[in-house]
Each structure stands twice: as C-alpha cells, then as structure tokens.
C-alpha cells in the first residue's frame, strides 16, 4: 500500500521578475521578500491510515432495504389482490351513507271525510354532547345552561336533559332529548341559538350553549278530536307503528312502504358530483270509517255524563245502521286521548265495549222470544199467568219486584220484563228441559252470541256461552232471562239490528274503504248476512217492543221521542266483579231501534256498577238512548213515519 505524507503538497511558484544575487552566489532579498526561514528540528515521519473495505456495509444496507421493499410489495399485493374486495365494500361502507326515507302514514277519516287521526311534520330534537365540554364552551356549566333554556320548551326534567348532555361516555356523540315536536318548538329554539349568536359578537362573556342542538325531522300522529272515538282508532307508539285499536289493526294500511336514499359523503356531508340512488317511500293509504263524527260525540257525550253522575264504574254506547251494519258511533266512558298516552289512565286505554264481557240481563230476552215465536211455541197474545215466585230445579225464581200473580200475554212478559214469564214460555221449546235448553241455543248462535262479531278488533271479546249440555241446573233458567251468558256491548246491539232488518244478521263493519296514494277508493268487502228469523217474527218482535217503551205497563217509558216509533228493552243484571269474579253491583243497560216499523237506527246503552242514584237500565240508559236515538235520527234526517203504535195486549183478565 502506498504511503501518505500529512505534508501538504508543494506550491507552484510562478516566475517573477529576476532578484540579484549576492556575491557568493546567493541572490539578494528584493523589496517585499520574504525573509529567509531559519532551519529546525527535523519532523518525525507521519503514521499511515489505512480505510476498511465499504462492501460489506453496502450489503447490509441493501439487504434491509430489500427486505422493507418485500414487506411493502406483500402488503400491496394482499391489498390490491388478495383482500381488494373486502377493502373496496369497506371503503363503499365508509363513503357512502344510506338513510331510511320514513313514509307519510294514511289519515283516518270519519264517513263523510273529517279527520280523525292524521300526521303532520315534527322533529326529534337531539344534540352533540361532545360540544358541550368545557373544551368546546370554555365554561364549565355547559350542560347546565342549555338545559335551563331548553326545559320550558321541550316539557323535559331540567336534570334529566343535564344528565343526557354530559353522558358517563365522554365519546357519545349522539343523544336524543325530545321525540316528535311540534315545528312551532323546533322554532323556538332556533330563535334562542340565533339571539345567542348576535349577542355572542358583542359581549364575549356570551356563550352559544346550543350550539350543539340539532333537530332530525320526523312526523307525528295527532288526533283533532281529543279523546274522541279514542276506543276505535287506538294510538301509534314511539316507534310508529300502531298500539292499539284500528292503528294496530290496519297498521300496514296505514303505514306505506319506507324508501332510501344512498348517497357518497365526506366530511359528513354529502359530495353532490358523486350521484346518488333513491327508492322513494310509498306513503300509506288513507282510511274512511262507518262513524259518523258527530253522532260519535253525542253519543260520548251522552254515556260520559252519566258514568259521571252514577259514579259508575264505565259505560259504552253503540250506534249501528240496522240495514248496512255500519257502526255509526261506538262510545265509551271513561275514555283516553291518544295524542297523550303519558297522562291517560291504564285502565281506560282499548275498547270496552268489545273487551268487557258481561252478563246483558232482560235486554236477551228478546233472544228467547224470538225462538218462542219462530217455532210457533206462543204467540203475542198467548195467556201467561205469572206467580209471584216459581220453583224450578233447586232455586226459586222471582222478577225484579214482589207482586201478586199477573196475567200476561207473551207481549206483556217482554213489556214488563218477567223473569218467570219468560222461564215459562221458552220451556215450551221442547217436550223436556234438555230439548228446550238445545233449540234456545240455536238461536243464541244465530244471533251471534259466543262468537266474534266479525270486525277482527284487537282485543275483542266473544263472550261466554256454554253448549247446553254443559248448562248447570240453574242456567238452564237463568240464560232464558240474559244471566249465565256473557256478550259484549256490540253483540248486544247487533241483536237488536237483526230484528230491525227483517230477522237477517248483518256482519257488524267500521271501515267502509281505502284510498290509496293515486286517489282511488277501495270500498271495504260486503258483510256476511244470515238469516236468523223469519221476516214475519221479526216484525212481530218490533211490536211487541214497541210495547214496553208506549204501555203504560212497560218498562221504557222514559225512552219515548215524540213523533217516532219507538222499540226498546230495558235491562238491568246481576254483575260479576271483573276484580273479585264475584256477583257484585248491576249492569243496567237498554236497547232498540227507531222507527220501529220502518228501523234506521239501533242504539245500545249499559252502564255498569252504577253507585249513586238509581240502578235500573230503564231508569238511566232510557235516557241515553233517547237523547242519542233524537241526535242520530236528525243527523240522519230521518223523517217519522206517521203510522199509529201497534198496541199489543198486555194483559188479560182470567
């Protein structure tokens, strides 16, 4: 190897001009020349350096560099080969948003088009709890403040909407403080944030604590008639589907079909040069009812009333066209607004007059006159003499009140409600109790007792009737005079529609069609009709009907309305407390039709465990029924018929 001098290289002199020389052969130093350095100590001869090789510390470099190179090239080919697919929907996923576009639900309207449940826009106020922090706000009562504002408005518990704005996840990003309010709310509070801005500018002690409130729109149901016909629509819940009543039964009517819409988004906001795809929502249809609002309020009206002056237990009320089956009113007291479930009374949500089962009394006795008459057993004017107590099986019968015997005709039985009169005449039935027991059964099946009425209402009861070889000592006598059977006040009130249209039933309905998105009207399929007597009994049935409302001797007479024709029967049974399953207190009830020789229009009334003031079914639902019978007979314009009573018999002298 070479060796290296640390000396530094010699300078390469340039030729200037000639110096002298100084005798001895030395030259003389000219002007500015450097003077002549003295010798010194000789240097010591410099150590060598010798550099190591670089290869190997290139290999190594570019071994790791390799390596670096190969973990990327795998990673890629995993990336863009292997996973791309898995990559690619992620990516989709993160991009592109999808959100449900919710479906406006269908209206319900009474017959002749008025609203009854609609929907109309809201807000779900909701709010960023991480914009709430004392990073964001710069004070430390964030939470506080906006909760002070927002409590009055929303109706919320002031801690409640605290404890929502400062979660225990200090990540959460999303909470919701009210559900479905009003656009007049969500107004409000609009006006707060911007007030709170404007003075923000001028006075920087203001902090905008609401900055972090938003509102997502919504819809909501509303009911512009309060607690009106509340029992038959029933209610939509928090989650929009229907709770109870015709909103559950006909919920995917009434709730169309939701869309989508899938959009890109960065930012959280949505890139409008990407396009994007929608499946617009199919709203529902529009539903019209057999009610007719106004004769619904009379009829609620009526009911409420008296359940509040006898300090009754309840009440309900059925308005039903005899010809058609319509339900033009179904009632009950007490009742719920649907537009407020949070303050209603548990007990009074659904529809008693399909729910309650209860024992109807002597209004069924037209039930076993009709079988009387129809298997020719008696006639209107056949002689019945009736004791004041009547021994059968192992009880003793007696009516409503002591009296010495009577003499009745089978009309007299129905006008002054006798329980031995009727024992008496449906034990012509058959030539023995049991066969008896089996034709009277028939007919309770006929008319529709201990089946379900048709309608499909949620809830709805069928009541109770045993087969007759089930039937104890008792019942057997008791049923002929409406206890040991249970119906519910719309069975009830379709009895009493049979004979009012010539002794054929008609299926009771409360939908009378749809009306879909494009405008068209479905009507609703036509009611089952049955046959259950003859024509001829069953106009025989209206006047003898007609006998206890006109007669002196009967017990309606306070059901009279002048200028019409009028049948009814009163009511008034022992009743099993729903609570105990023990006899205790009354159901009191009445039921007919107007004009009784040309029916339009059934009306039944009962009232149960009535406290305060009179019990009997002709003493306080004669009066509902008159008052709801004049309100619906006008509504209908109805005109009298002009003709004169049929004055049946009552009595006869022996």
């Not at 039930?367 to 002689?383: C, H, I, K, Q, Y």
Request: glycine share 12%; with cysteine; proline share 8%.
């Amino acid at each position: 190897m070479t060796e290296v001098s640390d000396r530094e290289p010699p300078r390469r002199r340039v030729p200037g001009p000639a110096r002298p020389v100084r005798p001895g052969g030395r030259r003389q130093p000219g002007p500015g020349a450097r003077p002549a350095r003295r010798p010194g100590p000789p240097r010591p001869a410099a150590r060598a350096i010798r550099l190591g090789s670089p290869r190997p510390r290139l290999r190594m470099i570019g071994l790791a560099l390799t390596l670096v190179l190969a973990a990327f090239v795998v990673r890629l080919l995993q990336v863009q080969a292997v996973d791309a697919g898995t990559y690619s929907a992620k990516a989709e996923q993160n991009r592109y948003v999808v959100h449900t576009l919710p479906a406006e639900r269908g209206g319900i309207t009474d017959r002749n088009g008025v609203a009854l449940a609609s929907t109309v826009d809201s807000y779900d106020i909701t709010a960023d709890p991480t914009m709430f922090t004392r990073e964001q706000l710069k004070v430390g009562d964030g939470p506080e403040q906006a909760a002070a504002l927002l409590a009055p408005i929303l109706g919320e518990d002031q801690q409640d909407l605290v404890d929502r704005l400062r979660p225990k996840n200090g990540e959460l990003r999303y909470v919701r403080l009210a559900r479905r309010q009003t656009p007049q709310v969500w107004n409000q509070i609009k006006d707060l944030k911007s007030a709170l801005v404007t003075k923000a500018e001028t006075d920087k002690s203001v902090v905008n604590v609401l900055a972090g409130v938003f509102a997502d729109p919504s819809s909501k149901r509303v009911y512009p008639g309060g607690d009106l016909a509340a029992g038959i629509l029933g209610w939509v819940g928090a989650d929009g589907k229907g709770g109870g009543g015709l909103e559950r039964k006909l919920d995917k009517t009434l709730a169309g079909e939701d869309g989508r819409i899938r959009y890109a988004q960065s930012g959280g906001r949505q890139v409008p040069t990407a396009g994007s795809t929608e499946t617009p929502a199919v709203p529902g249809s529009d539903v019209e009812l057999t009610i007719d609002r106004d004769i619904q309020w009379a009829a609620q009206h009526a009911i409420s009333e008296q359940v509040e002056k006898s300090k009754a237990d309840g009440g309900y009320v059925i308005v039903q066209d005899t010809e058609t089956g319509e339900i033009l009113a179904m009632a009950n007291a007490p009742s719920f607004d649907p537009g407020d479930l949070a303050h209603a009374d548990p007990a009074a949500l659904g529809n008693a007059a399909l729910q309650d089962a209860f024992e109807p009394g002597s209004t069924a006795k037209v039930l076993s006159m009709a079988a009387v008459l129809e298997e020719n057993a008696a006639t209107p004017g056949t002689r019945i003499t009736v004791p004041n107590r009547l021994k059968r099986g192992d009880r003793l019968f007696k009516d409503d009140i002591d009296h010495p015997t009577w003499y009745l005709t089978l009309n007299g039985v129905l006008a002054k409600s006798s329980n031995i009169g009727t024992i008496m005449a449906t034990g012509e039935l058959g030539k023995t109790q049991a066969e008896a027991n089996k034709v009277l059964y028939s007919y309770l099946r006929k008319f529709g007792l201990g089946g379900y009425s048709g309608l499909g209402f949620p809830g709805e009861t069928k009541g109770i009737l045993a087969p007759p070889d089930q039937w104890s000592t008792s019942q057997q006598y008791t049923i002929p005079f409406g206890q040991g059977v249970s119906v519910n006040a719309l069975q009830a009130a379709s009895i009493y529609s049979t004979v009012a249209n010539g002794g054929v039933r008609v299926e009771p309905t409360l939908v009378r069609g749809t009306k879909g998105a494009d405008g068209r009207f479905t009507p609703a399929p036509e009611p089952k009709k049955t046959r259950v007597t003859s024509e001829k009994t069953a106009k025989t049935l209206a006047r003898m009907l007609e006998s206890v409302v006109d007669d002196e001797e009967g017990t309606g007479t306070k059901a009279r309305i002048p200028g019409y024709r009028v049948a009814g029967k009163t009511g008034t049974a022992n009743r099993v407390d729903p609570a105990t399953g023990k006899y205790h207190g009354y159901t009191s009830s009445f039921a007919g039709f107007a004009p009784a020789d040309k029916p339009r229009v059934t009306v039944y009334c009962a009232i149960q465990n009535a406290t305060e003031g009179s019990y009997f079914g002709g003493q306080i639902c004669g009066p509902i029924y008159k008052q709801v019978m004049e309100f619906a007979l006008k509504t209908l314009q109805v005109p009298p018929t002009g003709a004169a009573p049929a004055n049946l018999p009552v009595t006869f002298k022996p």
